[in-house]
Structures are given as C-alpha cells and as structure tokens.
C-alpha cells in the first residue's frame, strides 16, 4: 500500500493542487491529510470543497479547531488569530459541517494519523515533548508509525526500545526499521517553514517501510497575490517565498 500524506495545506490551492498533480503519477492507493487545511491562505473553502470531493480522510487541525469552538481562537497569536476569524467568515454551511465532523487522530494501514502528537492531541507540538516523554508516549502507542503535522518543518523522532533520538528529514526516500517506532512529521503542503519554499507531501509504502518526501513547485505569486488581496496579514504571504 502506497500512502500519501498531506498536512497543513493552509487555504493554499496552487499547492494543493500541484501536489495532486504530482501524486497522479506516484501510483497513490489512498491519501490522508492531517489537519489545518484552512487558515493563512485565501482559498480555504476551495481546499475543503477538493478534499470533501476527493473523499480524503482527514483530521482536526487546530485551526479547524477554533471553527468548532470560537474560545480556542485565544490560543493563537493576534495575526494568526485575524486569519482564522476572516477565514471562518468565508466558509460554506457545508464545510463548516466536515470540519465539525472530523475526528482528532486516525488510524489508516496501521498507522496513526493526528495534526500534532500521539494519540490525538491537536494542539501540542512535536518539538515540544522532552526525550522522557517521547519515550512514554512511543512504548503506550499501538502503532509503530505515527504520522503529524502542525510545526510546517520535516524531521522524525525514532525509538529503538531504549532510547530516542531526532533526525532531520529530507527530500527523497528513508526507511524505517521495522524494528523501531516513529513519529513523523510530514511538512507543509500550503505554508513550508523549512527553508525550502516547495509545497511538501509524504509517500509511506507500508510494505516496503520506505518513507519518501517529495518537494512540489508551484505557482507561489498567485498564491501571494490572493493573500493581498483578502486582506489578510501580510507576514501570510512573506512565509510563502
């Protein structure tokens, strides 16, 4: 089974789109996208109306979040907090519906699926979690592969039963050690923080344990444009570049 991963797309539907224009000829048996498909971007009902009609499963993010519950909106800074509630305004009756219908983790080809750190919280970020804890959580996970978001950076934590460790995590393929247990952060479709301006996705083929990131182009000025032109923060658009 060839798994695709896609996360934090963030209202952004040049990157979306390009991407799946590039899983068309990546022989994809499903796809999975791990939260915050809305937010920051100009497009986020767009978005929502592919992934609702491609039927991809798909969890809450933490910006969905705050669409099902407004007091949530207080955790995010003041110009992300602006983006989210300029966001909500644009959003159909319908799309408001999948997002209050989406479950906070997944579990898909026997691996977890949940925005940002095992089991299912969506809030808390990878980065966040001290070796100790890392530990607790990946011998208490059922699944030995957990694939999360929410940061926009790659990198992956491993755990050979003993002890923990981090790695950065690169264009092209990585095999995971059958043995170990992994969680995975898979990067940003719509908003990439990584110093590498490409849209980015993931391909998990369970048979094979081999993980593959791939970088996608895309039309970043339209997207810019759109951010301007919403009248949406300005530092939105300047992460995009």
């Given at each position: ?81 602006t983006s989210v509630e300029k966001t909500i305004a644009t959003l ?150």
């Open positions: 089974m060839r798994l695709a991963l896609i996360s934090d797309i963030h209202g952004n539907i040049e990157a979306l789109q390009a991407v799946f224009a590039d899983m068309a000829n990546a022989d994809i048996n499903e796809t999975v996208c791990i939260g915050d498909c809305i937010g920051y971007g100009a497009d986020s009902e767009a978005v929502l109306v592919e992934v609702m009609g491609r039927r991809i499963p798909t969890t809450l993010g933490n910006h969905e979040l705050a669409v099902c519950d407004k007091k949530h909106l207080n955790w995010f800074n003041p110009m992300a907090r159909s009756d319908a799309s408001i519906d999948f997002i209050r219908g989406l479950p906070r983790s997944l579990v898909v080809e026997g691996c977890r699926c949940v925005h940002g750190y095992p089991p299912e919280s969506v809030r808390t970020y990878l980065f966040q979690k001290a070796p100790h804890a890392l530990i607790k959580t990946l011998k208490a996970m059922e699944e030995s592969v957990c694939f999360v978001g929410h940061t926009h950076d790659l990198d992956f934590v491993s755990f050979d039963g003993r002890q923990v460790e981090r790695h950065p995590l690169k264009k092209g393929i990585t095999v995971l050690d059958v043995q170990n247990r992994y969680i995975v952060n898979v990067g940003s479709v719509g908003q990439p923080r990584d110093g590498n301006n490409n849209a980015k996705y993931a391909i998990y083929d369970t048979d094979l344990r081999q993980l593959e990131i791939r970088f996608v182009p895309y039309d970043i000025a339209a997207a810019v444009a759109k951010i301007q032109a919403a009248g949406l923060p300005q530092t939105h658009a300047d992460r995009l570049w």
